[in-house]
């Protein structure tokens, strides 16, 4: 049988013609990808100075970035699931339930946020330890403990024993026990701080009353009560 050349030259321009197709869009999600990291990551610094124009402006950025890449990459399934493709999502996902946990707003949906799975889940891991650093920032800003740290910490608590439940193989999680942990370690440590916190209020407090009963003001010595020389 006579080779086929002019067949096999058609099949081979349509596959090279495929290939490059999805060769330009990896490239651009990868590009889309280190913008979206970029725009989360200003979203919750925003969000940590209490900027909320900035951080609705930056959010809405995420949307629309988060929107182009997926318009990109979901022709191409191995370009939708790859790492750095759900990476950039994951983020995503820890911009928005941060902002909406910090501003005790309904937390969006998977659905709401077109959000896999599994990505979801280690967007909501990420967002417990960012709520680490909101926490320590409210107990050096406040005098003594705070109400708004503890809600925070109960959030940190909600997420963990939500991500325990999820008992699947990683080849559908992903590294999520592997978050899980994290999230652990972070709540622990994070929890030992609350509490220190609370018992130097309770002590401040437990001061504040001594001192008023006895009729001293806050920060006066008390007087000796040793017995003058005769």
């Known amino acids: 049988m006579a080779n086929d050349e002019k067949g096999l030259n058609a099949i081979s321009e349509t596959l090279r013609a495929n290939l490059t197709e999805k060769n330009e869009a990896r490239d651009r999600a990868i590009s889309l990808s280190r913008e979206l990291i970029r725009y989360c990551s200003e979203t919750i610094r925003a969000i940590h100075r209490r900027d909320w124009e900035s951080a609705d402006e930056r959010l809405q950025l995420v949307r629309d970035k988060a929107a ?39 937390l969006p949906t998977p659905e709401h946020l077109q959000a896999e799975s599994s990505t979801y889940l280690l967007g909501m891991g990420e ?85 008023s009963r006895v009729g001293l003001t806050p920060g006066e010595a008390l007087p000796d009560d040793s017995d003058d020389d005769a």
Do not use: C, N
């Not at 790492?83 to 309904?106: N, S």
């Open 127 to 211: 967002a417990a330890t960012e709520l680490r650093r909101f926490i320590l920032d409210i107990l050096r800003r406040t005098e003594g403990h705070s109400d708004e740290a503890e809600r925070l910490l109960g959030w940190m608590d909600t997420i963990y024993d939500q991500l325990v439940t999820f008992d699947f193989p990683d080849a559908l999680t992903h590294g999520l026990r592997r978050q899980t942990d994290v999230v652990r370690g972070v709540l622990e440590r994070t929890r030992g701080d609350v509490t220190h916190s609370l018992r130097q209020q309770r002590l401040q407090d437990a001061l504040a009353a001594f001192e």
């Open 68 to 106: 182009e890449m997926r318009a990109i990459v979901v022709p191409y399934p191995e370009l939708y699931h790859t790492g750095y493709t759900q990476d950039a999502f994951k983020e995503v996902i820890e911009a928005h339930l941060t902002y909406a946990i910090i501003r005790d707003e309904p």
